[in-house]
């Protein structure tokens, strides 16, 4: 069975669990993206966002988004 992601927006939690990173290096690599997508500081990332900037695949990424 295919795991689907339950949300669109990705957090550093979300991005700490798939790079390996430091809470703090992936916070700083999501402010990256978001500067990346001239979006404003409320603004949230999307989940395809994230892959864009990083060139990883959505297939590879859903399994590390928590509900």
Do not use: W
Request: overall charge positive; some cysteine; aromatic content about 8%.
């Amino acid at each position: 069975m295919k795991s689907e992601a339950k949300r669109v927006c990705i957090y550093p939690k979300d991005v700490q669990r798939i790079t390996g990173k430091s809470y703090r290096s992936s916070r700083l690599l999501l402010l990256e993206v978001k500067k990346h997508f001239n979006k404003l500081e409320h603004q949230l990332i999307s989940i395809d966002e994230f892959c864009d900037f990083t060139g990883l695949k959505r297939e590879e990424v859903i399994p590390f988004i928590q509900g």
